[in-house]
């Protein structure tokens, strides 16, 4: 059966998946120093401000149609063994809205260049959404055909060339935005260059015209351009309304506080990639049942150790940041603080995001979408004019954990639960972050937060040796499976 052989390489893929993961936050996290160390707050915030404009375009006129490719091509792919019908159908929506974005650009390219004060600004911005489409769509090809390895690898091998490019500048002594931003456009083509060898043409070829693909891709994805656009508020105002009240050196300094939470997320987020599929097949299935142990026991056991996690992060930043990046970024460590105290709730979102997309609640996710877009479009204006960039961290924190709930919500409607432990896990590290912006006696606190979760784990019972049944299900090696059975008699305190 499908959702078995789906099941069985979760462990296999996971890992992966997870290795690539941290090479990329090592490999970003060291494009980031050369950048603020090379740049300053100014350039960086330049930089930053580039990447917002050319992403509202991306995110509003192609990316909300992106998820369709892995929607209904995986379902294509395992009736089939092929995605042409998806493929085909998709590539005429792409055709238009590539070309209005195209003529968006060039009929704003003045605006563009002067907003930016790049020279020629609007040539980088079409160069950068004709490759990153590129890039978009063939990752998204190898989540529907579970080549999980190879999408992860994508973000890894792009951000590498980058940061050996970024050197090369940088020993010429080319070290302006101009050519860092040749360096960003030149590694994503040379990554697309790399990875469209391993797209297999059988799975694209011969060309249809589906007319039930087109409707079901277009009913299915142009909801979503609504909940795209609203993402981008969620990503971006924050660093337009800073630029409004404030300077480019407090766009660069909140923009690294914002590429640090980035990082962390990007580690929560594998969980969509390799569980979506899961969840698919399970309840195309109709095995609800598993996919609900899935929600009251694995859930709560990912999110608790995520907490764990980021309040150790947040225990340490304060000594990274400067360290790392700089003493001229050392106002990014309030922020980053505060933003990863919204991560911890953002987690919970990533967990519940494939039931959401497998019941096809497309209008549920927009509303949610909406509102965390207003909300922060409103926490925005009226806080970054009175406490500055940490107004719009506190904004943010606040939206993800709003949008988290949402999701957890509209989730256990759907399946019938009522499923909400996983929301204390903030306590601690809602601690630990106090302590750390005001100053308290960080031990005192740390043996606090400590001691509440031996609490969560004794008294919530999260941990039950029951649960290897869900386990069972994934094929790992025979030394994984005997080490998983006695953590879990380990911390099973029922």
Known sequence: MESKKDINKIFSDYTIMLANKYFFIVLAVASSVLLTRTLGQGGFGQFSLFMMVANIIFITFISWSSNSVLRFGKEEFIREGKLNKVFWARNIIIFWVLLISFTTIFILRANICAYLQIKFAYIYVLLYILIFCSLDYISYIFQAVRKLRLYSFIEVLNKFLFLVFLLVFLVLGKSKVPYILCALVVSQLLTFIIFIRYINFDWLFPIVFDKKSLKEIFTFSYPLILSSISAYIVNYIDIIVIKKYLLFSDVGIYSLSYNIMNYFQQVIMIVISVTGPILISLLTENKKEIVKLYITRIVPQGIFFWSMFLTL??????????????????GSVTPSLILLLGLVYNGIACFYS?????????????????????????????????????????????????????YMLVGNRILGLKEYKALIFLIP??????ASIFKFNIVASSLIAAFLYYLFLTRLKIFRVSDLEFLGHIDMPLFVRNALIKTYKFLDKS
């Open 313 to 330: 992060s947040i225990l340490a930043m304060p000594y990274i940041i400067p360290l790392i990046f700089g003493w001229g970024f050392k």
């Open 354 to 406: 494939g039931i959401l997309s497998s019941y096809k609640l497309i209008k549920e996710i927009v509303i949610v979408n909406i509102a965390m877009a207003l909300i922060n479009l409103a926490g925005d204006f009226l806080l970054v004019p009175i406490i500055g960039i940490n107004g719009a961290a506190i904004s943010s924190a606040v939206i993800y954990s709003l949008g988290a709930c949402g």
């Open 429 to 434: 590290a809602a601690l630990i972050l106090l």
